[in-house]
């Protein structure tokens, strides 16, 4: 308990120290973001040029404790934590202003009880069987009282928790159902990890993942909790943490919009689907980051402070999954370029060699881990024109309204997608908010483009055959995840 306290005093006491420009709780997300990606970063060290052992993690925690401790004392900043609690919303009189959130409250305990008490040891059942109409009729009521709350007034922090909670309990719906666990990945990571913990190394040496086997090792170690427990749970809760925070954040400070707005945009946004978010494994997790750095990216681009921490996010990123730390590194060398002050030409050159470069960068990197996974580069690299798919209208009526509609709207969301963002772009230019989007288009086209070469130029034949599309599916995931905005 004393650890979990301590490592709440240091991220908060780092984004009293450099990210107090950040509005509201954002300081804090960013100190506590801050942290994890310097234990990604050391921890990576160790394993390329050591061992990660007792003194990775001594090491990790001695230097976040000294770099926080150092920084306070000498820029003499007094930490007021607990003078910000506020408990005159209990007051008996302001009890009509708090029954609808104790009710959605309640409705939320109940869910998380009711769906552990219809968990299942045996094979796995889908969770429409194992879940009945209570469930789907509790979370209606939460999010329909969730719904009245947030229109009602305009205070944001207690209606952001909740709305946290609300996310937790869906993207930990499978961990409750399906205790004895689900799927090939999270079960390879895990072994992967514990091979870690017992020898110190991985062989042969990877050069991603460890980003994220660095933030389980660490606080598994720091909070004294099964190494197994802290990577089920690291993506469902750093989704349902990060995910309405950044884009609340990104939202109302980065694009100016109302609070009511913000609120119920980020609920609607369940609509997109979270399979990403339900298992941890690293490129989930680099999914979830490379999102909230789009969400986030009107505020980062705004001054030098906000790219500092950019740039460690983007570096952090790149040990958990290139993947997801590429696309967002080289978007940070857009924005630190554009910070300098050479001569426009030679901005225009640089800018072309940026874009080039990020243009090939996913190929490059899908060509560079299958030379490493021994296959030749001349069955890597050839042209074909793979078959295009476009997405069609799907309908089915089986059983009833509710279980049908939310079927039709996963078969169809592709299609949904496609149509919202050629709406929204429409809109955007229509109303001349260009200038809003500029980074978030530069992104999207280049990811565009590296689909295009990904699909044109690599072959990915010699995988096994439920993987050779996967490669291009992460991307098309990635642009989808990016437009969100």
């Known amino acids: 308990m004393a650890m979990i306290t301590f490592n709440r005093q240091q991220h908060l006491k780092l984004g009293d120290i450099y990210f107090d420009f950040a509005p509201g709780s954002l300081k804090n997300i960013f100190g506590f973001l801050s942290i994890l990606f310097t234990l990604s970063l050391i921890y990576s060290l160790f394993y390329h040029f050591w061992l990660i052992n007792a003194w990775a993690f001594i090491g990790s925690l001695a230097l976040v404790t000294i770099v926080t401790e150092f920084s306070s004392l000498k820029q003499n900043i007094s930490h007021y934590f607990l003078a910000n609690l506020d408990f005159s919303s209990l007051a008996l009189r302001k009890l009509p202003k708090i029954i609808i959130p104790l009710a959605i409250l309640w409705t939320d305990l109940l869910m998380i009880w009711y769906v552990n008490k219809k968990a299942s040891t045996e094979l796995i059942r889908s969770p429409w069987e ?32 909740l709305v946290s909670l609300h996310f937790l309990i869906i993207s930990s719906l499978a961990l409750w159902l399906y205790p004895l666990g689900f799927g090939y990945d999270q079960f390879l990571h895990q072994s992967a990890l514990q091979v870690i913990k017992d020898t110190g190394t991985l062989k042969p040496h990877l050069f991603l993942y460890i980003g994220q086997y660095a933030w389980t090792l660490f606080l598994s170690d720091l909070w004294q909790v099964s190494l197994i427990k802290i990577n089920q749970y690291l993506v469902p809760v750093s989704f349902a943490l990060l995910w309405p925070y950044t884009l609340y954040y990104g939202l109302k400070y980065g694009l100016k919009w109302s609070t009511k707005i913000t609120l119920s945009t980020i609920l609607i946004s369940i609509i997109f689907g979270f399979n990403f978010a339900i298992m941890t494994t690293p490129q989930n997790l680099a999914f979830i980051l490379s999102t909230i750095f789009i969400f986030l990216l009107p505020l980062l681009q705004k001054n030098q402070n906000y790219l500092i921490f950019a740039t460690l996010f983007s570096l952090g990123l790149l040990t958990i999954h290139p993947l997801g730390g590429i696309s967002s590194f080289i978007l940070v060398l857009f924005l630190w370029w554009e ?106 086209s280049y990811l565009a483009l590296n689909y295009l070469v990904a699909w044109l130029f690599i072959s990915f034949s010699e995988q096994i055959d439920y993987q050779q599309n996967d490669y291009l599916l992460r991307i098309i995931l990635l642009f989808k995840l990016s437009s969100i905005p």
């Open 130 to 161: 194992l879940l009945n109409f209570k469930f789907w009729v509790l979370l209606s009521i939460a999010s329909i009282l969730l719904i009245i709350w947030i229109l009602q007034t305009q205070k944001s922090q207690k209606k952001l928790f």
């Open 339 to 444: 910070k300098t002050k050479f001569s426009p030409l030679t901005k225009k050159i640089g800018n072309l060699g940026l874009y080039l470069s990020a243009v090939v960068s996913l190929p490059l990197f899908f060509a560079l881990y299958q030379y490493l996974a021994k296959k030749s580069w001349t069955n890597i690299f050839s042209w074909h024109v793979p078959k295009f798919n476009v997405p069609k209208l799907h309908w089915a009526q089986s059983y009833n309204f509710a279980l049908d509609f939310a079927h039709n709207l996963g078969q169809n969301i592709d299609l949904i997608f496609m149509i919202l963002f050629i709406l929204s772009a429409y809109l955007i230019f229509k109303k001349h908010k260009y200038l809003f989007f500029t980074r978030h288009y530069l992104v999207l």
